[in-house]
Nanobody, 127 residues
Framework: EVQLVESGGGLVQAGGSLRLSCAAS????????IGWFRQAPGKEREGILC????????YYADFAKGRFTMAYDYDKNTVYLQMNSLKPDDTAVYYC????????????????????WGQGTQVTVSS
């Protein structure tokens, strides 16, 4: 069974850093595109970044460039979202997701194309 479980959310002051974890089970990280998303109250879910090591595709939202990065720990089958220089506008529920289909595992253009989602973890940035 494929499962994604996020953790690491919490309250942080503006300018601080936070690292979120996404523990995967039931599949190999390299076989899927892994994406991170967030959803603030009253707003649509927006993409943060995506990496597909199998297909060599990446995507970074403009707001994420230079502040957010993703790292892999294959021993733990876990990916991490490192977030630096956090701002109050970064307050949201953060989700990780995984995508693969018969055509490959390129980073999808739409959140609806992701096969699996975690439950989300709340990040609150205080001013």
């Amino acid at each position: 069974e494929v499962q994604l479980v996020e953790s690491g959310g919490g309250l942080v002051q503006a300018g601080g850093s936070l690292r979120l974890s996404c523990a995967a089970s039931g599949f190999s990280l390299d076989d899927y595109a892994i994406g991170w998303f967030r959803q603030a109250p009253g707003k649509e879910r927006e993409g943060i970044l995506c990496i597909s090591r199998r297909d060599g595709t990446t995507y970074y939202a403009d707001f994420a460039k230079g502040r957010f990065t993703m790292a892999y720990d294959y021993d733990k089958n876990t990916v991490y979202l490192q977030m630096n220089s956090l701002k109050p506008d970064d307050t949201a529920v953060y989700y990780c997701a995984a995508h693969s289909d018969v055509y490959g595992s390129k980073c999808p253009a739409s959140p609806s194309e992701y096969n699996y989602w975690g439950q989300g973890t709340q990040v609150t940035v205080s001013s």
